[in-house]
T-cell receptor
Framework: GAVVSQHPSRVICKSGTSVKIECRSL??????MFWYRQFPKQSLMLMAT?????????EQGVEKDKFLINHASLTLSTLTVTSAHPEDSSFYIC?????????????FGNGTRLTVT | GQQVMQIPQYQHVQEGEDFTTYCNSS?????IQWYKQRPGGHPVFLIQ?????EVKKQKRLTFQFGEAKKNSSLHITATQTTDVGTYFC???????????FGKGTKLSVIP
């Protein structure tokens, strides 16, 4: 149980275009999903917390107008990288938890490797 | 926000040797979790520690949570090539579900 599906796994786009990444909880409902960014050989950096039916909470330094998050249902959150630039190239991973406050385990998607040319 | 220091950053061991990675926080933690990320993969949850002084074992892996709930360790006995990957600790403070990840320890096992 607790499977999280992320799509696409890889995407190459041209500078200036937008890319949408989907994160789905397949066998459970996730009121909260998290979006992380991981640079090569580095740790996971939390970008934002996605809340179903409300606005996402962004971490300091993350541009909310550039990284648009929509959590329209209990099983789907999307991250759209708008007007992508080469410096946005990275590994983006979503995760979801079954629990709320108290630190339930995170279940991660397979990640999306974005390359902006 | 919550800060978690993890050391070492890299560890190369001969197959059969033991391996330990440590996480430390300056503040008391609500709980700590450990994840493993294989090369090219995504983090996979290993275990969660909640109680002060807690010790949990999973086969050759031993996880400890300090008495003061400010530090934790993951110890692997007799490493195997399948243990290769990056091990992350992730911690949350009291009343928060938000996890802060350590920088990870990349384990290489030489056959």
């Amino acid at each position: 149980g607790a499977v999280v599906s992320q799509h696409p796994s890889r995407v190459i786009c041209k500078s200036g275009t937008s890319v949408k990444i989907e994160c789905r909880s397949l066998d459970f409902q996730a009121t909260t999903m998290f979006w992380y960014r991981q640079f090569p050989k580095q740790s996971l950096m939390l970008m934002a917390t996605s809340n179903e039916g409300s606005k996402a909470t962004y971490e300091q330094g993350v541009e909310k107008d550039k990284f648009l998050i929509n959590h329209a249902s209990l099983t789907l959150s999307t991250l759209t990288v708008t007007s992508a630039h080469p410096e946005d190239s990275s590994f983006y991973i979503c995760s979801a938890t079954l629990g709320g406050v108290g630190g339930s385990p995170l279940h991660f998607g397979n990640g999306t490797r974005l390359t902006v040319t | 926000g919550q800060q978690v220091m993890q050391i070492p950053q890299y560890q190369h061991v001969q197959e059969g040797e033991d391996f330990t990675t440590y996480c430390n926080s300056s503040t008391t933690l609500s709980n700590i979790q450990w994840y493993k990320q294989r090369p090219g993969g995504h983090p996979v949850f290993l275990i969660q520690l909640v109680k002060s002084g807690e010790v949990k074992k999973q086969k050759r892996l031993t996880f400890q949570f300090g008495e003061a709930k400010k530090n934790s360790s993951l110890h692997i006995t007799a490493t195997q090539t399948t243990d290769v990957g990056t091990y992350f600790c992730a911690a949350s403070g009291a009343g928060s579900y938000q996890l802060t990840f350590g920088k990870g320890t990349k384990l290489s096992v030489i056959p």
